[in-house]
């Protein structure tokens, strides 16, 4: 058996935490039963094992949303890091916002730049850090409803049609793709309204359209209410949940599924305006979703602990 312990430090951005590990430096030999035991929720890291430091405040609750694997190179300006998200269920993911703003967060605690340029499988993105380094900010690509690329199964005569505002296994969902697919489906009344997004049964509606044949990779679902529509000035304010394909559960925040939401309610006409507020439970992000060009996504970033885990830990 590998008894190496492997340096891990945890962040999290709005409640979607991680498990971060320096693969440049360490090897991990097996990442899928690495992150699947140190993320378990029941059994795996527990923060009060470790001493938060000056660099912000730990947090109680065991395991993690996935154990990012990040290799710096410094040679390039800006700084370029490639992510590998590894999750709960030993899948890997081709984006996370939340994880790449997490991933600009520990660039920036190890090299002091603001700016780095992060190596997705879903594409190289531009990302910084606040002056404070409180905050971080990702360029997430387009958003697109191309049935092939989110990507959806149609028949005919759907065929090659984007599933726009369409029942699927019980939830009438939009389909869109934000480096990973997402369903999104609107209904009425935000957080304070208790037959409304907080209300919702999320872990009994969400796993059918997760598992649909109509998502032939799977979706992350998404339910969201518009709380205001953007029509008054300001941006438009949502609240939303999201079921993750991967955790298997509901996180506190996803940042592509926040980016899903506010792109399919722009789609369906339900705001105006391209910068939005989501309100997931974890806390408030900001985003923009223009006409033409990179959706950002903003919000808090925060440093939980450092320590050392079993890199096997079998
Ligand atoms: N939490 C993430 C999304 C991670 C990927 C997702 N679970 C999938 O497998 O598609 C985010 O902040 O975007």
């Known amino acids: 058996m590998n008894t190496h312990a ?37 059994t795996g890291v527990d923060g009060r ?47 996370c916002g939340n994880g790449a703003r997490v991933v600009a967060r520990w ?17 190289t993105r531009r990302a910084t850090v606040s002056a404070d380094a409180a905050a971080a900010t990702i360029e997430m690509g387009v958003p697109t409803f191309d049935p092939r690329r989110v990507p959806v199964a149609r028949e005919d005569p759907e065929a090659g049609e984007p599933l726009i505002d369409e029942p699927v296994e ?46 032939p990779e799977g979706a992350n679902v998404n339910l969201a209410a ?8 300001g941006p438009a304010v949502l609240d939303q949940r999201t079921f993750e394909r991967g955790v298997e559960g509901e996180t506190r925040s ?13 789609r369906l006409g339900l705001i105006d305006g391209e910068a939005a507020v989501s309100r997931p439970p974890g806390g408030e992000l900001e985003i923009t979703v223009p006409d033409a060009g990179h959706a950002t996504l903003t919000g808090p970033v925060a440093h939980e602990f450092s320590g050392t885990l079993p890199a096997d830990p079998r």
């Open 170 to 215: 019980g939830l009438t969902v939009t389909a869109v793709n934000t480096g990973v697919p997402h369903a999104v489906a609107f209904i009425d009344g935000g957080r304070d309204d208790p037959d409304g997004v907080d209300g919702a049964d999320l872990d009994a509606v969400a796993p059918p359209v997760r598992h649909a044949d109509a998502f």
């Open 254 to 266: 996803c940042g592509t599924g926040a980016v899903a939401v506010v792109a399919a309610a722009r």
């Open 107 to 123: 660039a920036h605690d190890r090299t002091g730049d603001r700016e780095f340029m992060i190596d997705t499988q879903a594409g």
């Open 6 to 42: 492997v340096p891990v430090e945890k962040y999290h951005g709005t409640g979607n935490d991680f498990l971060v590990v320096d693969a440049a430096a360490e090897s991990v030999g097996d990442r899928a039963a690495f992150s699947r035991a140190h993320c378990d929720r029941e």
């Open 226 to 233: 518009v709380v205001d529509d953007g029509r008054g000035g």
């Open 49 to 95: 094992d470790f001493d938060a430091d000056e660099r912000g405040a730990r947090s109680d609750r065991r395991g993690a949303d996935g154990v990012l694997f990040l290799s710096v190179a410094e040679r390039f300006d800006p700084t370029r890091v490639v992510m590998t998200l590894v999750q709960p269920d030993g899948s890997t993911a081709t984006m």
